[in-house]
């Protein structure tokens, strides 16, 4: 059974950082991109950042200079680094796996950028 599992969201004052983190466990064949997405009260799920299995990034604009993805692949965890944020970043951050041909998601985590 596959299971994500976020964490370090919360409350940050505008230009504060953040960094979030999340653990799959499960059994995995092959390549495991992972990534983040982002949604907004009354609004769609929207791709933050991804990751290859071989760490090859790819990055929304909104985020380009400020957000940086990596992973460590023997933990199978993949972290986002939220500098110099923005009350427009607020959102439920989701994390996401896919592998085989199917997407696993963790529960969400809330990020608030407010003074």
């Known amino acids: 059974q596959v299971q994500l599992v976020e964490s370090g969201g919360g409350l940050v004052q505008p230009g504060g950082s953040l960094r979030l983190s999340c653990a799959a466990s499960?059994?995995?064949?092959?390549?495991?991109?992972m990534g983040w997405y982002r949604q907004a009260p009354g609004k769609q799920r929207d791709l933050v950042a991804t990751i290859t299995s071989e760490g090859l990034t790819n990055y929304a604009d909104a985020v380009k200079g400020r957000f940086t993805i990596d992973r460590d692949n023997a933990k199978i965890t993949v972290y986002l680094q939220m500098n110099s944020l923005k009350p427009e970043d607020t959102a439920v951050y989701y994390c996401?796996?896919?592998?085989?041909?199917?997407?696993?998601w963790g529960q969400g985590t809330q990020v608030t950028v407010s003074s």
């Open positions: 996401y796996l896919h592998n085989l041909g199917k997407d696993y």
């Open positions: 499960g059994s995995f064949v092959g390549t495991t991109p």
